[in-house]
């Protein structure tokens, strides 16, 4: 039986119409962000994307690692983004600055985590303390974020091989899956259609905290799936 989460997908919802671009929101512009902004570009989609600086400082760094994205001051992360259905940011910041992201930035958006946890790294106290109590962390962003819908996604692929990834060219069933996770069905959906547009198989694990298995120190994390690595996997 079609496991109905994982039913054949509708028409990728959102998907940009010609001339008028839909507009995704990245914060964070590192290795992560700009790997992101570079394949959302590729797929049609305008890019926000912020970091810490000032957008004319950031400029000249997306002219090299993400041409075409326009940088944005982050409190304006979603300005763009919020005029197609509430909107989709991505979030890629290294968690041990998460306490610097103001929640009003991405308030009504479906926010997709990208992030992961670090040995190394100091965290914010909310985020630790699901840490240590070994709960997923994308519970503990979602609670943090309470005024966007989270979604765990795109974590579990590393940027230095997130441009080859992505596969528009082949049907999607062919191409690198990428696991799913999220409470809100809706923006779960809406997750994976971003996903099947920018050239991957999104395979939906169900509830956020199904996501666990795609943190670092879980069984599917940098490894080039397929949709039947997956499913034994979903909720
Ligand atoms: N690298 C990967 O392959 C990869 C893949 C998937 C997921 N991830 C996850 O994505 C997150 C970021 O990783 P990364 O490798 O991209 O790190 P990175 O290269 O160090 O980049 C981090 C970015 O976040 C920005 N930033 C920091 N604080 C911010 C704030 N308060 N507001 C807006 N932007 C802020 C930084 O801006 P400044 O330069 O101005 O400080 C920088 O642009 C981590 O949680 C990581 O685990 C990484």
Do not use: C
Not at 123 to 136: D, N
């Amino acid at each position: 039986m079609t496991d109905p989460q994982n039913a054949p997908m509708p028409p990728v919802h959102g998907s940009p119409a010609p001339g008028t671009p839909e507009v995704v929101g990245i914060l964070g512009a590192g290795r992560a962000g700009t790997a992101f902004a570079r394949v959302l570009l590729k797929a049609g989609y305008g890019v926000d994307i912020a970091n810490t600086r000032p957008p004319k400082a950031l400029r000249h760094h997306l002219t090299i690692h993400a041409p075409g994205a326009q940088a944005v001051e982050p409190a304006d992360v979603a300005a763009r983004t919020r005029a197609h259905d509430g909107g989709a940011v991505i979030l890629a910041v290294p968690q041990e600055e998460l306490d610097e992201v103001d929640p009003a930035w991405v308030e009504g958006t479906v926010l997709v985590d990208a992030t992961n946890t670090w040995q190394d790294e100091i965290l914010p106290t909310w985020l630790e303390g699901a840490v240590i109590r070994g709960e997923p962390t994308s519970s503990a962003v979602a609670e943090h974020f309470a005024g966007a819908r989270t979604v765990k996604a795109l974590n579990h692929v590393s940027h230095s091989e997130f441009d080859d990834a992505a596969q528009l060219d082949l049907p999607v069933t062919q191409r690198r899956a990428l696991g799913v996770a999220g409470d809100d069905a809706a923006a779960r959906g809406r997750a994976m259609a971003l996903l099947e547009a920018m050239g991957f198989d999104p395979v939906s694990l169900g509830p956020l905290a199904a996501g666990e298995v795609l943190q670092p120190e879980g069984p599917l994390f940098n490894r080039p799936l397929r949709r039947e690595d997956l499913l034994p996997h979903a909720r």
